[in-house]
């Protein structure tokens, strides 16, 4: 089995093309600023997203759930960061997408949740 980092770029990377075939441009993958990381920083319909990529293996537990009140804290802070490097007048979302590996050999299920203060 690849390693955690391995497991996370590759959802990382189905989330990203999932994305692009849905019409966003990407505008940066895994920016940091300080402590914050934003997993794809991406943008359509003249809105900014900054997308929040969870990859698991099954559903023993909700990969949603790991949207804890910290981590968005810590992507709000990161937004602010960019918007200051990157100054636009252009609204802010933060999306979700869930990447979950049911069985072996199976497609994984991609699930979109359009905002995460909606979780």
């Known amino acids: 089995m690849a390693r955690h980092n391995d497991f996370g770029k590759w959802g990382e990377d189905l989330a990203a093309d999932y994305l692009v075939q849905h019409g966003f441009e990407i505008l940066a993958r895994n920016w940091r600023h300080d402590r914050q990381e934003v997993d794809i920083i991406a943008q359509k319909d003249d809105t900014l997203h900054f997308v929040e990529v969870k990859t698991r293996h099954g559903e023993e537990w909700n990969a949603e759930s790991a949207v804890t009140p910290q981590k968005r804290a810590l992507l709000w802070r990161a937004m602010m960061a960019w918007k200051l490097q990157h100054p636009s007048p252009m609204p802010v979302r933060y999306p ?3 990447i979950v590996i ?11 949740h359009g905002d995460i203060w909606d979780l």
């Open 96 to 98: 979700v997408i869930a």
């Open 102 to 112: 049911h069985d072996p050999g199976t497609p994984p299920e991609i699930r979109w």
